[in-house]
């Protein structure tokens, strides 16, 4: 085993996944993964646990497999994306019976699950020094006043996530504002290549102590 090596487990949604660009070509996990291992000067080996369109409540769930919980054991670097789809589900929700409450309970129940992911992890990882980084959210309708809304009042309350010990948020909304036709894929909703690269620079800004 390469002592000097690190381990990085990627958890999360979509963007985990790398939806937007061709199969095969590097998302933000493997462009991150690079940036870390330059900066680092160390190997860094990853793995990925993500499924398009989960939400909150499903990434708590991964963190209960067995698999997952041995990858968390051992990881020296942890990034989770998630909330997105939280909120696209309840802005479909929205659309069909109009009530604004919908898209609070969304948000209030999403951070609520956050907060119970980061507890999850803390119970679970052995390391004694890890970095958990998170992403706020960017907004890829940019044009519809209550998606900015709720995507600003679900970045409020996630960025105070990053006053606890070994966690730091990426800010992924200010990275995308006015720049979503350079960094969105053609179908607008998940980034391009450049978007990926974007965001894992804006991850590894954050720099790795402890």
Do not use: W
């Not at 487990?9 to 985990?16: F, K, N, Y």
């Amino acid at each position: 085993m390469d002592f000097n090596s690190l381990r990085y487990l990627a958890i999360g949604d979509s963007l985990t996944v790398g939806i937007g660009v061709l199969f095969l070509d590097p998302g933000f996990v493997e462009y991150y993964r690079g940036l870390s291992q330059q900066i680092l000067k160390k190997s860094v080996f990853y793995k990925k646990c993500a499924r398009s369109g989960a939400t909150t409540e499903d990434v708590l769930m991964m963190l209960h497999f067995p698999s997952l919980e041995e990858s968390v054991k051992y990881a020296d670097i942890i990034t989770i994306t998630a909330g997105g789809d939280d909120l696209i589900n309840a802005a479909k929700k929205f659309l069909i019976n109009k009530n604004e409450e919908s898209v609070s309970h969304a948000i209030n129940q999403s951070l609520n699950n956050y907060s119970k992911i980061i507890e999850r992890i803390r119970h679970l990882d052995k390391q004694d020094q890890y970095i958990l980084r998170l992403t706020n959210l960017y907004n890829p309708f940019p044009n519809i006043p209550i998606a900015d809304e709720a995507i600003k009042a679900f970045n409020s309350s996630i960025n105070r996530f990053g006053l606890e010990m070994n966690v730091k948020v990426a800010d992924l909304y200010s990275v995308f504002k006015g720049n979503e036709k350079a960094l969105l894929s053609k179908r607008g909703v998940h980034p391009n290549s450049e978007g990926y690269y974007q965001m894992a620079l804006a991850l590894s800004r954050l720099g790795y102590s402890p």
